[in-house]
């Protein structure tokens, strides 16, 4: 028997933080990469569109207008999938149809009143007051007695649902924590009882060791490609101070995590030359009104993007019936990304 070397052999790969398994499978991707760049044409977007809902001075839904604003921007969502008036109610029949009420609040937050600007392309003073906005939203949405929790998150490109291109994010504040939160919270909680220790810390001390997953890094945070990464260039941003959440930033946390996520993105833009589709959001303690010392900040970026501009992985097959799997390694991804310049292509 050969020993298992993970950049030949199939194996499966274990995340710690969600306590699931990737398949990994680097031998079909034997054939060398291409490496070619297949730019697809970009409607170039307008700084104001008059038929956005996001410009500042248009109209939403239902006739509010919103104001001319110049910095970030938010607002409750008009078509929000939580309502904070929900009566708390739960139903058991046989413990096989249980259901919860879930009261709750989504929201909407600008970036900027330029629709055509990205993460990637905005300035780091900009993306400081961005967030201060997140920051002020977590603490905000937090503090309302039936809000356990708060999650704030970006879909962008087409290709993620994104409606629509003005930079924006979505916050939506629950009455109880969401499924990967919850499993990604018992995980750290186990790891500390266990070990008298922070998982995340712990790991990305030996991230940082060995760098061959590391993207890039500043005073406060660090970007990688996790060991466990399911989308081919899954990134997640891990706060090199333990922190539990945005709350407890620090200036230098502040202008740290805007300028890890312009250069992050920025990366990510120059892969095939093209505005990355992605999903990211941040995991960070519960506002249940407990300490939650497990809890380390981090964000994860997911996006869906493999060989081109056009070709996307999908989750289908043996991973909607299976687990997750993937071809390309997470150091051959972190590889990739840690070459690119982080001038932006449209920049250059
Ligand atoms: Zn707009
Ligand atoms: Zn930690
Ligand atoms: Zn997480």
Redesign the pocket.
Known sequence: MRMLDLTLHPHRRFNP??RSWVLVSPHRTDRPWQGQVERTAQPAQPPYDPDCYLCPGNSRAGGVRNPAYSGTFVFDNDFAALLPATAPERQDRAGLFIAEAEPGICRVACFSPRHDLTVSRMTVPDLDLVVDTWAGQYAELGRMPFVQHVQIFENRGAMMGASNPHPHCQIWASGSVPT??AA?QSAQMDYRAARGSCLLCDYLALERESGERLVCENESFAALVPFWAVWPFET?VIGKRHLTGMDEFGDTERRGLADILKRATTRYDNIFEVPFPYTMGF?QRPTDGQPHPEWHF???FYPPLLRSATIRKFMVGFEMLGMPQRDITAESAAARLRALPEVHYQQR
């Open positions: 933080l969600n990967e939160a990604e997640i995991h981090h964000a994860h």
